[in-house]
């Protein structure tokens, strides 16, 4: 059975930083891009950071660029995003997710999702 469970969400302050984990169960992540997306209240779902199978095409939306960071650990089957000086505007509920073939960081392009973890930025 194909899953993906996301970890590490939670309520943080201004400035703080958390990390997210992916756990991949099912298939091999080295075989798939992969990508974390968040959906705010009363917003669409939007590609956060992606990642290419060999890790050689990564995409970082601007309003993350130089404080998030997208990487797998293929031994563990596990996916990360480290998010560091998070801000009140990063709060949304996160997902990663595995595109078997990889061309954009889009919604449409991801085949397995997991459930998500809500991160609340807050003082």
């Known amino acids: 059975q194909v899953q993906l469970v996301e970890s590490g969400g939670g309520l943080v302050q201004p400035g703080g930083s958390l990390r997210l984990s992916c756990a991949a169960s099912g298939f091999t992540l080295d075989y798939y891009a992969i990508g974390w997306f968040r959906q705010a209240p009363g917003k669409e779902r939007e590609g956060v950071s992606c990642?290419?199978?060999?890790?050689?095409?990564?995409y970082y939306a601007d309003s993350v660029k130089g404080r998030y960071g997208i990487t797998r650990d293929n031994a563990k089957n596990t996916v990360y995003l480290q998010m560091n000086n998070l801000q009140p505007q990063d709060t949304a509920v996160y997902y990663c997710?595995?595109?078997?073939?990889?061309?954009?960081?889009?919604?449409?392009?991801?085949?397995?999702w997991g459930q998500g973890t809500q991160v609340t930025v807050s003082s």
């Open positions: 997710a595995a595109a078997k073939v990889y061309y954009s960081c889009d919604y449409d392009v991801f085949d397995y």
């Open positions: 990642s290419s199978t060999n890790h050689n095409n990564t």
